[in-house]
């Protein structure tokens, strides 16, 4: 849990700083350098940490739709960076997350993408339904 609350606090710091360099650069020019930067940290990760000698033989068994992570991530550097300075680091999050997790419980409920099936209780959605409270109070001007 503490690593899932950094990477979501991460998020916010990164979608400010994107939303900068999007306003700053042009959306396209700054989703560009996010990625070519990342590509290249995670390419010294890569370098130094992983076990390339088993990488080949594994790409090959992966289907082909499990590599739309890529532009994936490109579509959610764009979208946070639309999205924050219109409605606000805090109003933009708040929808983030509220999607996030109805998707997150889909994709348990029907073991989707090769999940462990976790079934959708009632104690969820009465959880769903405080989230839409929380964030129309959260939205509400």
């Given amino acids: 849990m503490l690593v899932a609350g950094l990477a979501g606090a991460l ?6 700083l994107n939303s900068y360099l999007g306003k700053k650069l042009g959306l396209i ?12 940290t995670v390419g010294l990760f890569f370098l130094f940490f992983s076990k390339k000698s088993s990488l080949l033989a594994e790409i090959g068994k992966v289907p082909l739709y499990y590599w ?15 999205a924050i300075p219109k409605i606000g680091v805090g109003n ?11 998707t997150a419980y889909l994709i348990d409920h029907f073991g989707l993408f090769s999940q462990e099936t976790v079934p959708f209780t009632g104690g969820k959605i009465i959880g769903l339904l405080l989230m839409v409270g929380g964030a129309f109070l959260l939205l509400r001007r």
């Fill in 92 to 102: 933009a999050t708040t929808g983030i997350i509220f999607c996030q997790l109805l």
């Fill in 29 to 40: 020019p700054a989703s560009f350098g996010v990625q070519l930067l990342g590509t290249v």
């Fill in 68 to 82: 739309l992570g890529g532009p994936l991530g490109v579509a959610i550097i764009y979208g946070v960076a639309v």
């Fill in 11 to 16: 998020m916010a710091v990164q979608g400010c």
